[in-house]
């Protein structure tokens, strides 16, 4: 399907999607330091819904951006598919958050001038998706998150609930392993944030796409098949 080649991962046939190992995270605040991530190991396997959940400041978000590749531990590793990603370039980890990786924002993160056909099919570009293929990619996702009859409206013209589905569709659009939604729920309305819940866990049976999604929504309860639980960087429960 793509242009270029897949950067291929150490073989290792028995470690899972994701191993964190030992993260730590600390920021400098002034003259303070901030654990954001205190020691955090977790493994994630293949084609499952795993939340992460906690309060504001417990250290969700973080831990998706080290395991995403757009921030780095201060200590521990993050491996993704057999590979070490502390140890990669920049540019090896920029091609893998284009072709492995699906991003869901809280803020749906869409370009406004942009129709929804045009949103999915920039990240394909991006992915180096031939253009005869994109089309066809295009049109599966649309219709998979229900918004096919909007495929030429730009955001504006969306609700909520279907701009985080345009957001959702562009995630999924390249086949990606992993997909990282942060608080996909949070801006939404009880009924549609349960709505999307549906949509992600439809992606993971139908796409085989592991989800980790990062929320404080306790309905997440209902979808997901791992919940652990997050306090001041630490795992405190599952």
Not at 5 to 23: F, G, T
Not at 113 to 133: K, Q
Not at 196 to 224: K, N, S, W
Request: glycine share 10%; with cysteine; net charge positive.
């Amino acid at each position: 399907m793509n242009a270029l080649p897949e950067p291929k991962p150490e073989p290792d046939s028995q470690a899972p999607l994701i191993r964190v190992e030992d993260v730590e995270r600390v920021y400098r605040v002034g003259r303070r330091q901030v654990h954001a991530l205190q020691g955090v190991s977790l493994d994630f396997a293949p084609g499952r819904f795993v939340a992460l959940r906690g309060r504001s400041g417990s250290g969700k978000t973080t831990l998706l951006n080290c395991i995403g590749g757009l921030d780095r531990p201060t200590a521990g590793q993050v491996w993704m598919e057999g590979r070490n990603m502390g140890r990669l370039s920049e540019w090896r980890r920029v091609r893998i958050r284009r072709r492995r990786i699906g991003f869901i924002f809280q803020s749906f993160a869409l370009l406004p001038t942009y129709s929804a056909r045009e949103n999915v099919d920039l990240m394909l570009r991006l992915a180096g998706v031939r253009r005869r293929i994109r089309g066809q990619r295009v049109a599966e996702v649309l219709e998979l998150v229900g918004l096919l009859k909007w495929a030429d409206h730009r955001p504006f013209e969306l609700s909520g609930g279907q701009q985080q589905r345009l957001s959702i569709a562009r995630a999924i659009s390249t086949h990606p392993a992993l997909i990282l939604a942060d608080e996909p729920t949070g801006e939404l309305d009880s009924v549609t944030g349960q709505q999307i819940l549906e949509l992600l866990r439809r992606i993971v049976e139908q796409e085989g796409t592991t989800v980790l999604m990062a929320t404080h929504d306790l309905t997440v309860d209902l979808f997901a098949d791992q919940v652990h639980h997050l306090e001041d960087g630490r795992i405190v429960g599952e």
